[in-house]
T-cell receptor, first 111, second 115 residues
Framework: DAKTTQPPSMDCAEGRAANLPCNHSTISGNEYVYWYRQIHSQGPQYIIHGLKNNETNEMASLIITEDRKSSTLILPHATLRDTAVYYCIVRVLNTGNQFYFGTGTSLTVIP | GAVVSQHPSRVICKSGTSVKIECRSLDFQATTMFWYRQFPKQSLMLMATSNEGSKATYEQGVEKDKFLINHASLTLSTLTVTSAHPEDSSFYIC???????????FGPGTRLTVL
């Protein structure tokens, strides 16, 4: 079962930073936070993941609170192509462990 | 990143027929593959987990005799929807892991329409 809570939808102006929150108050010490996104009628795309430290890659930044009960995905300069459903997932680090998707946040980037 | 393909991308079939969907990891060996189903405007629902050379593990409520999964090699898993009915119409997505680290890499999905 999904162990995360996300707002169902958000809007963001093109060129501005998009900040997508996620609550995972029951996260265990060995569970990582993963973010994926799904553009309409496509398979999900990996964005970023982290355990407790903040992470940054070419796509986004991930900010995890010190108590690890919530996190924020930041898209620094949103473009129209970033319009998608964003999923926050918690999972133990192991190739055989499943991902259980929650309802995600539908982000719309507005011109 | 790693590439996962699915075939076919779209299929339309008559009620009562069986449909096979292939999932391939193109540039890495996938020790584990997963199958998901997604209905319109809903999230992905995990159907089953398959490890190469062993029987798949199905999620609660998923009929193993209806959704046959075979993971015969490290690069190929197949999902067969047997005796398909209109309610099986959905977007089926596979993912694979075991190559570059622990992320799951998702295929582009297969749109199944049962008439």
């Amino acid at each position: 079962d999904a162990k995360t809570t996300q707002p169902p939808s958000m809007d963001c102006a093109e060129g501005r930073a998009a900040n997508l929150p996620c609550n995972h108050s029951t996260i265990s010490g060995n569970e990582y936070v993963y973010w994926y996104r799904q553009i309409h009628s496509q398979g999900p795309q990996y964005i970023i993941h982290g355990l407790k430290n903040n992470e940054t890659n070419e796509m986004a930044s991930l900010i995890i609170t010190e108590d690890r009960k919530s996190s924020t995905l930041i898209l620094p300069h949103a473009t129209l192509r970033d319009t998608a459903v964003y999923y926050c997932i918690v999972r133990v680090l192991n190739t055989g462990n499943q991902f259980y998707f929650g309802t995600g946040t539908s982000l719309t980037v507005i011109p | 990143g790693a590439v996962v393909s699915q075939h076919p991308s779209r299929v339309i079939c008559k009620s009562g027929t069986s449909v096979k969907i292939e999932c391939r990891s193109l540039d890495f060996q996938a020790t584990t593959m997963f199958w998901y189903r997604q209905f319109p405007k809903q999230s992905l629902m995990l159907m089953a987990t398959s490890n190469e050379g062993s029987k798949a593990t199905y999620e609660q409520g998923v009929e193993k005799d209806k959704f046959l999964i075979n993971h015969a090699s490290l690069t190929l898993s197949t999902l067969t929807v047997t005796s398909a009915h209109p309610e099986d119409s959905s977007f089926y997505i596979c993912s694979a892991s075991g190559g570059k680290g622990h992320e799951q890499f998702f295929g582009p999905g297969t749109r199944l329409t049962v008439l």
